[in-house]
């Protein structure tokens, strides 16, 4: 019978033997065991030497109208959307635009909504779509998120835009509230004095102050309720706010039409004209608080 520690010991003599024979022959071949040592460093190299971690720059044709109001704002804003857009200018025929994607002689091809306006109006998305030649899954993939990035910034122009169209119609606004504010100074002057005609011409003209204005000022309170509700402000709607005081204005104005319906004190009319005084001063300071707005 065998002895086991006998056993052992002829597999680690012929291990060692092995290793012996490989070692010797390593050491013969000094090019092998460069080869061995150094490979793995090269392929590295040569993989970083080739790496860019910079996004690729992407030939864009845009595919618009001839003429129409879309080709004009995207002459205007493509060329500065970003570093990574390459603009390559507009055209009205799609087929050579495609022509041309497929010669490679453009990276991407960007269809503009046929009636971007009329779309929007219906309550759908005016779409723009992208055409690419990649086949690539990475630069696919890198692609969707460009297009992702440029119409986002985009979207945020347009709202900038649109911020600061309404900050420009504000003087009209502003000066609908001082016409506002005179009549319900003339209001509590007529009261003061018993003039029971002059109240209700003032009452009647102040109707008109808030209801324009009312009107006028749906865009900014939009804009200021959009910034309260992101920033979790506690503030009170303006919306029901500019509500209310329509509903003072047209309440009062019924009272002063029928003066028998409240008895022969004014008090409470005066009452009532100061609290819209009031709601006219909230909504100044609103409006200052918008026109202040820095559109981006």
Same mark, same amino acid.
Request: proline share 4%; no cysteine.
């Given at each position: $019978?065998?002895?086991?520690? @006998?056993?052992?010991? @002829?597999?680690?003599? =012929?291990?060692?033997?092995?290793? /012996? ?30 790496? =860019? ?10 595919? +618009? ?28 025929? #799609?087929?050579?635009?495609?022509? /041309?994607?497929? /010669? ?51 979207? =945020?122009?347009? #709202? ?24 319900? /100074? ?7 004095? %018993?003039?029971? #005609?002059?109240?209700?011409?003032? !009452? ?12 006028? $000022?749906?865009?900014?309170? +939009? ?9 979790? %402000? ?8 500019? !509500? ?6 047209? +309440? ?12 022969? !004190?004014?008090?409470?009319? @005066? ?10 001063? %909230? ?14």
């Amino acid at each position: $019978m065998l002895n086991p520690l @006998k056993a052992l010991g @002829k597999i680690i003599i =012929r291990s060692a033997a092995f290793i /012996r024979k490989e070692v010797f022959t390593l050491v013969r071949q000094p090019q092998l065991l460069l080869t061995l040592v150094l490979g793995p460093f090269l392929i590295l190299l040569i993989f970083g030497v080739g790496y =860019r971690n910079e996004a690729p720059i992407l030939d864009t044709l845009f595919v +618009a109208q001839p003429g129409s109001q879309v080709e004009e704002q995207i002459k205007v804003y493509a060329p500065t959307l970003g570093p990574q857009l390459a603009f390559s200018g507009v055209t009205g025929d #799609l087929e050579s635009a495609f022509e /041309r994607l497929s /010669r490679g002689d453009i990276d991407l091809v960007v269809v503009s909504p046929a009636d971007a306006a009329a779309t929007i109006q219906q309550g759908k998305q005016a779409e723009f779509q992208l055409y690419h030649a990649e086949i690539d899954p990475y630069q696919v993939n890198y692609i969707k998120y460009f297009g992702e990035i440029y119409i986002g910034e985009v979207n =945020r122009r347009v #709202l900038e835009a649109i911020t600061a169209q309404g900050q420009a119609e504000a003087e009209d606004l502003r000066q609908e509230l001082q016409a506002a504010k005179d009549n319900t /100074r003339a209001i509590q002057q007529a009261l003061d004095a %018993s003039d029971e #005609l002059a109240t209700q011409q003032h !009452t009647a003209s102040l109707v008109g102050n808030v209801d324009r204005i009312a009107l006028a $000022m749906g865009a900014s309170l +939009a804009v200021l309720n959009t910034v309260d509700g992101m920033v979790g %402000s506690e503030n009170t709607a303006q919306e029901i706010e500019i !509500t209310s005081l329509r509903e003072q204005v047209q +309440a009062l104005n019924g009272a002063v039409k029928n003066p028998n319906s409240t008895g022969t !004190t004014s008090d409470p009319w @005066k009452a009532q004209v100061g609290e819209i005084a009031a709601g006219l001063d %909230s909504l100044e300071s609103q409006l200052a608080t918008f026109t202040q707005l820095e559109p981006a």
